[in-house]
Structure formats: C-alpha cells, structure tokens
C-alpha cells in the first residue's frame, strides 16, 4: 500500500499530511501517484475540530483527469468516503457536511493509472 505524502509550498517533505493554516489551507503542486493519498490536516499536523453539522469546502483542479476517492478520517480512524468519481474528473468542488462533532482530516486518493498533479486547491471550514 501507497503510504500518503507531504508537499509543502509544491515540495515534498516527507510521507505524512500536506499542511495548512487555520480556517484555510491552499495547496497544489501536489503529485499522487497510483494508489497515493494526500492527507489536509491543520497547521501542525493537527486535525481539523469541526462542530456537528459544519461544512468542509474542498476544491481543487487535477491533471490529467483522474477517479478519485474523496472522503475524512475521524481521530479514532473511521473512515469515511464522501464521494469516488466513476469517470475521470478534472477537478473537485465538494461541499462535506460532517454529522458529529469531532477532530477530522481530509483526503482526497488517486485511483487512476496515472499520476497526477493537483493544483489550485483550497480547503475551508
């Protein structure tokens, strides 16, 4: 299994969380590999605190276009998938509602053969 990697200003860092800063984070220049995940957590490596019933904006542009696998991960590790594109996409603009309180981070998975970068994303709660 792909292990998830960490960019920070385009650069990869190391494996890990792709890091931002509180209530936004921007990002891009992101490479994932087939299999690969980008894990958005808070400044820090933190997770996310979000109250029940807040809304995460995600959006970001992909090339080439991809089937991604888009979803959160509470602090206990349950994951859940919010959406997997059937067709390749070309960029992302969801808006996930999470239905407890809790500590969350974001991730978005490469599932085509291909690798891909991702660029002009934000991320808002």
Known sequence: M???VEYKNGMLVSPGQVMGITPAMN???????NGQSALFLNT???YISLSAGATVNLKFDNVPSAILEIGYINSAGTKFVYATTVE??????L???VSAAGSYEFYAKNYSSDPITISNGV???
């Open 2 to 4: 792909n292990e998830p």
């Open 27 to 33: 990002y891009g220049n992101i490479i994932l590999l």
């Open 44 to 46: 820090g490596g933190a």
């Open 88 to 93: 390749k996409v070309g960029g992302v603009n």
């Open 95 to 97: 808006s996930i509602k």
């Open 123 to 125: 991320l808002l709660w």
